[in-house]
């Protein structure tokens, strides 16, 4: 079973940053694109971000351009998603899987984004 724990979430008033991280295990971390999905009440979850194996190509949804930046550490087999100038509308649970997504998700870890 792969297991896949996000966290890093919070409560931040618009223009701040938060870090996320998202620990994987079971499975060759490496081997896999991951990316960054978030889901609002009432809305579909989205995709957010999306990062190569190699750690050289990023790819981002054109609402968080500029502001998002998609990272990993495939010895630590950890994704990471430096969220900076937050908006509310960046207000949603954030998850991590593969891209294409695995059967498993995560709980997610929620961002709040008030003031």
């Known amino acids: 079973q792969v297991h896949l724990v996000e966290s890093g979430g919070g409560l931040v008033q618009p223009g701040g940053s938060l870090r996320l991280s998202c620990a994987a295990s079971g499975s060759s971390f490496r081997i896999y694109a991951m990316s960054w999905y978030r889901q609002a009440p009432g809305k579909q979850r989205e995709l957010v971000a999306t990062i190569s194996t190699g750690d050289g190509f990023a790819d981002y949804a054109d609402s968080v351009k500029g502001r998002f930046t998609i990272s990993r550490d495939n010895a630590k087999k950890t994704l990471y998603l430096q969220m900076n100038s937050l908006k509310p509308e960046d207000t949603a649970v954030y998850y991590c899987?593969?891209?294409?997504?695995?059967?498993?998700w995560g709980q997610g870890t929620q961002v709040t984004v008030s003031s």
């Open positions: 899987n593969t891209n294409p997504t695995g059967d498993y």
